[in-house]
């Protein structure tokens, strides 16, 4: 029941947010803010339906699945109160998916608990496992010094309104493996820090804050600066993690957010988290879902099937440009995942089909998880989660190094594990 009411309360903020701030100043992007009595009954109806459905454990899994859905799927539920979807079958594509992937999710719960009764058991010592952390550490280090200092420059601003002229600087030059490594940073060395501060290596730890910080001057994304403010405040307060803290912290940033509009009417919170994390990413869905209504879905051809020589219309111009030429009149990426995924590759079917592959590689990683401290997992499954909402599937993969992510915790070492 105190769950409930906080859930209740977290949608009431973030309504408030939508209509008083988001529809307010971003009108022009498409959202839009009409009450009726039946949307806002439709939108609660949902809302049960999503949170009844949800039953989560303590894997690493279960945290990103929560993070979903305090991030992406209890503000859809806001916009749907709002009227914010012209297309009323949209909604129900959406709530479909969701009711898919729920469900399903319990085959994951039910194996994991029989994971736990064994120990994990590892193909290397501890040592070789430390070693190979440190490789992975210095390659990526070595990758940013090197795009940094060769084929970009380092270029810091505390001004995030300027990130986007800043990210201009990044050329085509970087070669590709090294530019899939450097976008890989942004989950990955957190993931090393935070093992690095576990064990007590506080030099370590400073020298990958260090790193990640170049990583930002060089690729000039918010996401990056906030996921290094997130840990230093993590470490700090050292909190441990739950599922009722995680929604608590949900509403504190809403709080948060609305007390700072009426102190100075800034609104950083708002506009660079809650309006770009929560809002946006549920806006663009819907724009996926309306492009390739009419147009037909692209089925990885501009993918990882351009790598067999698959062709495709958007082999030239790129599926988020020609979103973000489309919706908002200009040449920018409108990067986006989950539903916009589907609908961008493969159509309807994948309502069903995509579901199932996010809980594989949710099975993966709870496979390659096991064992290791909560306290390292939760930032880089807020990461994993963010990706998953803001990039398709393929992109978070093999671009934004969440394989990579596998590896590093496969090998990562643990205390209670048995060597062989």
């Given at each position: 029941m105190k769950i409930s009411f906080l859930v209740f309360c977290y949608k009431s903020l973030l309504d408030w947010i939508y209509i008083k701030w988001i529809c307010v100043r971003y009108a022009f992007y498409g959202f839009s803010g009409q009450i009726s009595i039946d949307s806002y009954i439709e939108s609660i109806v949902f809302l049960l339906v999503g949170t009844l459905l949800l039953k989560l454990n303590n894997r690493a899994s279960s945290i990103?699945?929560?993070?979903?859905?305090?991030?992406?799927?209890?503000?859809?539920?806001?916009?749907?109160?709002?009227?914010?979807?012209?297309?009323?079958?949209?909604?129900?594509?959406?709530?479909?998916?969701?009711?898919?992937?729920?469900?399903?999710?319990?085959?994951?719960?039910?194996?994991?608990?029989?994971?736990?009764?064994?120990?994990?058991?590892?193909?290397?010592?501890?040592?070789?496992?430390?070693?190979?952390?440190?490789?992975?550490?210095?390659?990526?280090?070595?990758?940013?010094?090197?795009?940094?200092?060769v084929c970009t420059g380092f270029n810091f601003s505390v001004n995030l309104y300027d990130v986007y002229n800043n990210r201009k600087i990044v050329t085509n030059d970087i070669?590709?493996?090294?530019?899939?490594?450097?976008?890989?940073?942004?989950?990955?060395?957190?993931i090393i820090l935070l093992y690095f501060y576990s064990s007590k290596k506080y030099f370590w730890t400073s020298v990958i804050f260090i790193f990640s910080l170049l990583s930002y001057a060089i690729l000039s994304l918010k996401a990056i600066a906030f996921i290094a403010i997130l840990t230093i405040v993590y470490l700090i307060l050292k909190v441990s993690y739950s599922h009722l803290?995680?929604?608590?912290?949900?509403?504190?940033?809403?709080?948060?957010?609305?007390?700072?509009?009426?102190?100075?009417?800034?609104?950083?919170?708002?506009?660079?988290?809650?309006?770009?994390?929560?809002?946006?990413?549920?806006?663009?869905?819907?724009?996926?879902?309306?492009?390739?209504?009419?147009?037909?879905?692209?089925?990885?051809?501009?993918s990882f099937l351009r790598w067999f020589g698959v062709e495709s219309e958007f082999s030239d111009v790129r599926i988020v440009n020609v979103i973000g030429q489309t919706y908002y009149g200009r040449d920018m990426p409108a990067n986006n995942g989950l539903l916009a995924d589907v609908f961008a590759n493969m159509g309807l079917i994948g309502i069903i089909v995509m579901p199932i592959i996010i809980l594989i590689i949710l099975y993966l990683i709870d496979k390659c998880t096991l064992n290791i401290s909560k306290f390292i997992l939760v930032i880089p499954c807020l990461i994993i989660a963010s990706l998953f909402i803001d990039t398709f599937l393929t992109v978070a993969l093999l671009t934004h190094g969440i394989i990579i992510a596998l590896f590093i915790f496969y090998f990562m070492p643990r205390t209670n594990c048995k060597e062989e």
């Open positions: 990103i699945l929560n993070f979903i859905y305090l991030i992406y799927f209890i503000p859809f539920t806001s916009m749907v109160a709002f009227n914010a979807f012209d297309d009323y079958m949209y909604k129900y594509y959406y709530l479909s998916y969701w009711i898919i992937l729920v469900p399903l999710y319990k085959i994951i719960n039910i194996e994991n608990i029989r994971a736990n009764n064994s120990k994990n058991i590892l193909l290397i010592t501890k040592d070789a496992g430390k070693y190979i952390l440190y490789f992975i550490a210095i390659v990526l280090s070595i990758i940013i010094l090197y795009v940094g200092l070669p590709l493996i090294a530019n899939y490594l450097l976008s890989a940073t942004k989950l990955n060395l957190p803290r995680a929604l608590i912290s949900s509403i504190l940033l809403c709080l948060l957010g609305i007390l700072e509009f009426f102190v100075d009417q800034s609104g950083y919170i708002i506009e660079f988290v809650i309006r770009r994390l929560f809002f946006l990413t549920n806006l663009l869905s819907y724009q996926y879902y309306d492009y390739f209504t009419s147009h037909e879905p692209d089925y990885f051809r501009s």
